[in-house]
């Protein structure tokens, strides 16, 4: 068993996960892995970083697959005993002109978004090592959607005391609101990737509660982030941030200090704690 310390970015062979990995690889005291569904668009992107002099591993991971995510989970436990960095940034969004019906985006922009990383926190929060970090790449797209929900929708989102089972029912019910096209007369924005985002924050607000009760002295951090509109396949030439500045927050949140006690269950932007 490596004695290294290890960090995991998932959805890493292309745009601001690729970015986190090489931004991890210069600054981070550790073994670093690049994972991706696709073993040769993973290999590939591991040897252009070598090209750059950076040495990333890499492991096959599929977040929507439970028996890849196992794997996955099986291999860290072995060969380090667990993990000490994992960075959730694998995600899907439609473009803004697909015609596919909002009812089939909504399930499937939630299926990845959501429950397949609700999934990978999971599996993989049991291996966390003391003192480990966990990030969501979430999206300001889901404080905007947060603002879009109704009074009530708002109120238990923001709760103190929501559960990560009442979330999941919230989140189950999105989909077939959008399915049946009552969502919006239900107090539901219309934006699929927007709602995927306010439940993948809220997710992170209550993982970091149970944190501080379940393991209290273990000082693990677990936060949500915006990197902020980064050009990439998913959002497009003209957004403002190369995925190198995109991946700055990320990292921040993935590199605080030992001993650090906050941010912790926040909602980050710029290396900022942002309002929710």
């Not at 978004?113 to 929060?125: E, G, I, W, Y």
């Not at 924005?189 to 995927?196: I, K, L, M, R």
Request: charged share 25%; net charge neutral.
């Amino acid at each position: 068993m490596s004695s290294s310390k290890v960090a995991l970015v998932t959805g890493a062979n292309k745009g601001i996960g690729f970015a986190v990995v090489r931004s991890l690889c210069k600054e981070y005291s550790g073994d670093v892995y690049l994972t991706a569904r696709d073993v040769g668009r993973g290999t590939a992107a591991v040897e252009s970083l070598k090209k750059e002099g950076l040495t990333a591993l890499f492991h096959q991971l599929d977040i929507t697959d439970p028996r890849s995510v196992h794997t996955a989970r099986d291999f860290f436990t072995e060969q380090y005993g667990g993990l000490d960095v994992l960075v959730n940034n694998a995600g899907i969004a439609f473009k803004v002109a697909d015609t596919t019906p909002f009812g089939i985006q909504a399930d499937v922009t939630l299926k990845t978004n959501f429950f397949a990383t609700r999934d990978m926190c999971n599996m993989f929060l049991p291996i966390i090592k003391p003192g480990g970090r966990i990030v969501n790449v979430s999206s300001e797209m889901g404080s905007v959607s947060l603002s879009r929900c109704s009074p009530e929708l708002q109120a238990r989102f923001r709760s103190d005391d929501i559960t990560e089972e009442e979330l999941v029912g919230l989140m189950e019910r999105f989909v077939r609101d959008a399915q049946e096209g009552v969502h919006a007369e239900r107090g539901w924005p219309s934006t699929a990737y927007g709602v995927s985002k306010t439940g993948l924050t809220t997710l992170t607000r209550i993982l970091a509660r149970n944190l501080l009760k379940e393991r209290p002295g273990d000082e693990i951090l677990c936060n949500a982030c915006c990197p902020g509109w980064v050009r990439t396949d998913m959002a497009g030439p003209n957004a403002t941030k190369s995925p190198d500045e995109g991946a700055v927050t990320p990292v921040y949140l993935a590199l605080l200090p030992a001993g650090a006690k906050e941010p912790h269950g926040q909602f980050v932007s710029e290396k900022k704690v942002q309002p929710w």
